[in-house]
């Protein structure tokens, strides 16, 4: 048996890959490991720079981008594009891939012991470095993350449906525990923060009153409302029991865009979603459709059950009077 086996499975997934996604979940198992010692392995949370999207560094983020760029360096990554690093790095030049990575998703929860995680998406590496990740997010060859929560997991599709392998902290082994996640279609469960309402764009703001008006409103039903502040969490949530999320653009400088990074944040994402039954819009059309013209681009986000992305996409189509109508009044969804 190899290192490799011992780590996960690798007969689900194509020969080439299974060493990049072993060194993966090697990494995500020391990550988990130091994230369930929490404040005992020292001020995870504390700020220690800027990266380039003006986000600030947290000593985790920081401490995760090294270790995954460190064990890549022996697998089949030629270019590693990281949400820490301005640049593209090249990692080994025989390289035939291109991983793009958020390596510590949710920095904000890092010291409240909330779950976190770390996105990935995986390209054939082109002709130059920049190019390998400036593409068409279709052109993804794996996209996933890993959750460190109450407990670990690698969420992860080859473009055959999208598979979870749970870590067993006693074998220390990820363990298939969901070969063909399908989100659910039936829930009534929204996520987006609420806090930017006044920020968002006219069909943003109706969506969001049509569902927090509940049964009193053109919807006719009730709704929750859930906001994490890690994408990976809420992408799980969404992933096991439906429901829909936002990171809309909005009129805050800097947020024209939204907040979310398209390379190693929403395609990786999209490409998960789509796989298990979902869509995944920038409000309108596919993210999987589209690409990145630069590393660090943002890109609005909705992504969920197919029935609720599509709606959010038809107040987009709305004419100006019937979004800036109170709910009360606004006739096309009534009924
Ligand atoms: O604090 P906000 O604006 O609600 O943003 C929350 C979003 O920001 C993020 O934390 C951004 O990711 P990072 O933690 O990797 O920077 C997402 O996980 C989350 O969805
Ligand atoms: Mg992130
Ligand atoms: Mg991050």
Same mark, same amino acid.
């Given at each position: 048996?190899?290192?490799?086996?011992?780590? +996960?499975?690798?007969?689900?997934?194509?020969?080439?890959?299974?060493?990049?996604?072993?060194?993966?979940?090697?990494?995500?198992?020391?990550?988990?490991?130091?994230?369930?010692?929490?404040?005992?392995? $020292?001020?995870?949370?504390?700020?220690?720079? /800027?990266?380039?999207?003006? #986000?600030?560094?947290?000593?985790?983020?920081?401490?995760?981008?090294?270790?995954?760029?460190?064990?890549?360096?022996?697998? $089949?990554?030629? %270019? %590693?594009?990281?949400?820490?690093?301005?640049?593209?790095?090249?990692? @080994?030049?025989? $390289?035939?891939?291109?991983?793009? +990575?958020?390596?510590?998703?949710?920095?904000?929860?890092?010291?409240?012991?909330?779950?976190?995680?770390? +996105?990935?998406?995986?390209?054939?590496?082109? #002709?130059?470095? #920049?190019?390998?990740?400036?593409?068409?997010?279709?052109?993804?060859?794996?996209?996933?993350?890993?959750?460190?929560?109450?407990?670990?997991?690698?969420?992860? !599709?080859?473009?055959?449906?999208?598979?979870? %392998? !749970?870590?067993?902290?006693?074998?220390?082994?990820?363990?298939?525990?969901? /070969?063909?996640?399908?989100?659910?279609?039936?829930?009534?469960?929204?996520?987006?923060?609420?806090?930017? %309402?006044?920020?968002?764009?006219?069909?943003?703001?109706?969506?969001?009153?049509?569902?927090? &008006?509940?049964? !009193?409103?053109?919807?006719?039903?009730?709704?929750?409302?859930?906001?994490?502040?890690?994408?990976?969490?809420?992408?799980?949530?969404?992933?096991?029991?439906?429901?829909?999320?936002?990171?809309?653009?909005?009129?805050?400088?800097?947020?024209?865009? $939204?907040?979310?990074?398209?390379?190693?944040?929403?395609?990786?994402?999209?490409?998960?979603?789509?796989?298990? @039954?979902?869509? &995944?819009?920038?409000?309108?059309?596919?993210?999987?459709?589209?690409?990145?013209?630069?590393?660090?681009?943002?890109?609005?986000?909705?992504?969920?059950?197919?029935?609720?992305?599509?709606?959010?996409?038809?107040?987009?189509?709305?004419? #100006?009077? /019937?979004?800036?109508?109170?709910?009360?009044?606004?006739?096309?969804?009534?009924?």
């Amino acid at each position: 048996m190899t290192t490799t086996d011992k780590v +996960i499975a690798v007969d689900r997934m194509p020969a080439e890959l299974a060493p990049i996604i072993a060194a993966l979940c090697e990494v995500g198992r020391d990550v988990a490991g130091i994230i369930a010692k929490g404040p005992l392995a $020292g001020a995870l949370g504390a700020g220690v720079g /800027e990266n380039l999207g003006g #986000d600030q560094q947290k000593a985790l983020d920081v401490i995760a981008d090294d270790m995954f760029a460190e064990r890549l360096k022996s697998t $089949g990554v030629r %270019y %590693y594009a990281s949400e820490e690093q301005d640049d593209v790095v090249e990692l @080994n030049p025989d $390289g035939n891939y291109a991983l793009a +990575i958020d390596p510590l998703d949710g920095s904000s929860n890092i010291d409240v012991n909330v779950s976190i995680g770390t +996105i990935f998406a995986i390209f054939e590496a082109a #002709d130059g470095a #920049d190019e390998s990740f400036l593409r068409t997010a279709r052109e993804q060859v794996a996209g996933g993350y890993i959750i460190f929560g109450p407990s670990t997991a690698l969420v992860v !599709t080859f473009g055959d449906g999208t598979q979870m %392998y !749970t870590l067993d902290p006693e074998t220390r082994e990820y363990v298939l525990t969901n /070969e063909r996640m399908s989100i659910p279609e039936t829930s009534l469960e929204f996520a987006i923060n609420a806090s930017n %309402y006044r920020h968002w764009s006219k069909p943003i703001r109706a969506y969001v009153d049509d569902c927090l &008006a509940g049964d !009193t409103g053109p919807r006719d039903r009730n709704y929750n409302m859930r906001w994490v502040a890690s994408l990976v969490a809420e992408t799980h949530r969404i992933l096991t029991r439906g429901g829909v999320f936002l990171y809309p653009g909005d009129a805050r400088p800097g947020y024209e865009r $939204g907040r979310l990074r398209m390379i190693y944040e929403c395609a990786p994402i999209a490409f998960l979603i789509e796989q298990a @039954n979902g869509k &995944a819009t920038d409000g309108c059309d596919a993210i999987l459709d589209q690409k990145a013209d630069t590393l660090h681009a943002r890109t609005p986000f909705v992504f969920g059950s197919a029935e609720k992305v599509d709606r959010v996409a038809t107040y987009h189509d709305l004419p #100006d009077e /019937e979004v800036s109508a109170l709910f009360g009044q606004r006739g096309l969804f009534r009924g």
